[in-house]
């Protein structure tokens, strides 16, 4: 194969190539994506595209012709017949993420050596080259043949990991595979696009991250590890402040399924990013495509009823632009028949509450959080009245959980290593031994735990939340802290039966006591309070990557795509960004309108989904929620 359209300003041997694969639904992405990388270099490099229709990139050609530091731009076609690109139909991914795999047959007689290759959906923020030149330096010293960004980290001798079982890997360590250093040359005298092809024919059915899959499979942990910053994936966190994304990172990497060029992310800090590198090709000053029809209407809600479109560069841009998508939308579904079902009342989140004996902020909140909500409260009989007093209430003996055969086996094996009383304690594992036999018998699916003292604002099947586990993991805690916490959490069958594991591992037949040795230690030897707790092992589970967990300390979407926050103490401004994150007043972080947050760092508004009373401000849970939040 030969490719057809080329431009050759002068020939420096073994400078530096960067590689894109993609189709034509990604020329404009791939085109901002080489102006920031043209922007920011410093020495001549090299541009080869591999693409499915290359005459789609004439116009690109033109643009960089002229351009000091590009010094051969290549357009590669690629003859897919009779490849096989397994599990991309109706993903947000297409054929092309295979392409890479096929380098071999695509560059023909090609002398190759130093390779980054890129994803069409990332931004160049600063100069690549010193960096890159280290890394080669480093892959040569140490004989690497792959530079790349771990994104998944396995527990040791942790067997259910699904990334790592589905693929037989040996290793403990998973790559994100958006950008990838290697010597080109290397990789052909190695045999690895081949042994790549056999790979996808052997793995077909397992393959869930497409090639990505196939690259970890080939080199199992043996890489040269990369800067974060060299592959830096803004996630969820589209607010990431642009400071630091200017100052830092050298390739923004908008990895996953929300896009800078998508109406929900378009006012984002994050998205300007891309936008201004797409201005500077195009008469328009935004990039924005269709998506999905509801998806749509969430970022047009977002825009306008909550003055988001405010925060834009150009919102009259925005405005004409939307014209076009929405236009789309309306002729795609001119003809589709009504939808005839009038049943549009919203289900109630389901929350379970475990508590003994009755105490007032705890009636307080149940009338709070069962006003959006269903309540399943495990209580002693001096809860029972509260069924008859709130609607959207069932109770359930606590006696009957914590009297089963099984609970009373974890319990006479469990030992104390705190410095807080054993029957609390105690109690705090128990919650999740109760859990798992309540998700047994109701075959629910899974169920949001909320501590007594911990009120919900809204229906919580308002929020996407991204797995069936999620809860608050500090971002800011020293090696010993340890802790993970379910004051509000999402909690499912599987996550029940892996701390069971875990608990009988550490409490029972102590296989994985050392998990905890060290924190021990140091609590005894430093006469520190506190020690080993069930947040211990929550902390562990998140961290052994076992399964897939959603932080809660970090913003949560709702279904308008708006950002949201989980308080996990009402007395701590820790945020995402901080630990000093939220303003307080009287040591209690200020909360207005009953619902919003000041966040200090960014200097904006941030809203709430709970307040979480801990400690001693249980006592502000009625006058507070009375008064200010008029409930």
Not at 24 to 43: G, H, P, R
Not at 123 to 129: A, H
């Amino acid at each position: 194969m030969k490719d057809d359209q080329s431009i050759t300003i002068n020939t420096e041997s073994y400078m530096l190539t960067f590689i894109y694969c993609l189709d034509e639904n990604y020329n404009n992405q791939v085109a901002s994506s080489i102006n920031s990388l043209l922007d920011q270099v410093t020495k001549k490099i090299n541009i080869y595209i591999v693409h499915n229709n290359r005459e789609s990139l004439d116009i690109l050609l033109s643009r960089f012709r002229e351009h000091e530091f590009l010094n051969e731009l290549k357009i590669f076609s690629i003859n897919t017949e009779g490849m096989h690109f397994p599990n991309v139909e109706n993903k947000h991914v297409s054929e092309a993420t295979y392409y890479r795999i096929h380098l071999d047959k695509v560059f023909e007689n090609i002398d190759l050596k130093n390779c980054i290759y890129l994803d069409s959906d990332i931004i160049c923020v600063n100069d690549p080259i010193p960096y890159s030149e280290k890394v080669f330096e480093d892959m040569e010293k140490y004989s690497f043949k792959l530079g790349a960004r771990t994104e998944l980290v396995k527990f040791p001798d942790d067997e259910r990991n699904d990334y790592f079982q589905r693929n037989n890997m040996k290793s403990s360590v998973y790559f994100n595979a958006g950008v990838l250093f290697f010597n080109y040359n290397d990789w052909l005298k190695l045999n690895y696009f081949e042994e790549l092809r056999t790979l996808q024919d052997n793995y077909s059915d397992n393959l869930v991250n497409w090639d990505q899959d196939l690259l970890n499979i080939l080199f199992d942990g043996n890489y040269y590890e990369l800067n974060n910053f060299a592959n830096f994936n803004i996630g969820a966190n589209w607010n990431y402040p642009s400071q630091t994304i200017s100052e830092l990172v050298i390739f923004l990497h908008y990895q996953g399924k929300l896009k800078p060029w998508e109406l929900s992310c378009i006012h984002t800090s994050s998205s300007e990013f891309f936008q201004q590198n797409y201005r500077k090709l195009s008469q328009k000053k935004y990039l924005l495509i269709k998506n999905e029809f509801r998806r749509d209407i969430r970022g047009l809600i977002n825009l306008f009823f909550k003055l988001k479109i405010t925060r834009t560069k150009y919102p009259i841009s925005i405005l004409f632009s939307l014209t076009s998508i929405f236009y789309e939308h309306i002729m795609n579904t001119k003809n589709k028949p009504t939808n005839q079902n009038t049943n549009n009342k919203k289900k109630l989140g389901k929350v379970i509450m475990i508590h003994k004996g009755y105490s007032k902020y705890l009636e307080h909140n149940i009338a709070i959080t069962s006003k959006n909500n269903k309540i399943f409260l495990v209580g002693d009989k001096s809860l029972e009245h509260l069924e008859k007093k709130y609607n959207n209430l069932e109770f359930l003996n606590i006696d009957y959980y914590l009297n089963s055969e099984e609970i009373k086996y974890y319990e006479e094996n469990f030992v104390n290593y705190s410095t807080n009383d054993k029957d609390f304690e105690w109690f705090c594992f128990a919650r999740l031994f109760i859990i798992k036999k309540f998700l047994d018998e109701t075959k629910l699916n899974n169920i949001f735990h909320l501590d007594s003292d911990n009120v919900i604002l809204r229906n919580l099947n308002d929020f996407n939340f991204e797995s069936d586990i999620a809860y608050s993991i500090p971002l800011f805690q020293d090696e010993f802290q340890m802790a993970g916490n379910i004051c509000h959490g999402l909690i499912n069958k599987e996550y029940c039966l892996t701390f069971e594991e875990f608990y009988k591992n550490i409490y029972i037949n102590k296989s994985n006591f050392d998990l905890i040795e060290n924190k021990i230690d140091h609590h005894k030897q430093n006469n520190i309070s506190g020690g080993i707790c069930d947040m211990t092992l929550h902390y562990l589970i998140y961290k052994s990557n076992k399964l897939k967990i959603q932080n809660l300390n970090l913003p949560i979407f709702d279904l308008n795509n708006d950002l949201n926050y989980f308080i996990e103490n009402l007395n701590s401004p820790e945020g995402p960004e901080s630990k000093n994150n939220f303003y307080q007043a009287r040591g209690r972080n200020k909360i207005y309108n009953g619902m919003f947050l000041f966040d200090i760092i960014n200097k904006k508004y941030c809203r709430i989904i709970n307040i979480h009373y801990q400690g001693k401000s249980k006592r502000f849970l009625n006058s507070f929620t009375k008064y200010k939040l008029k409930f």
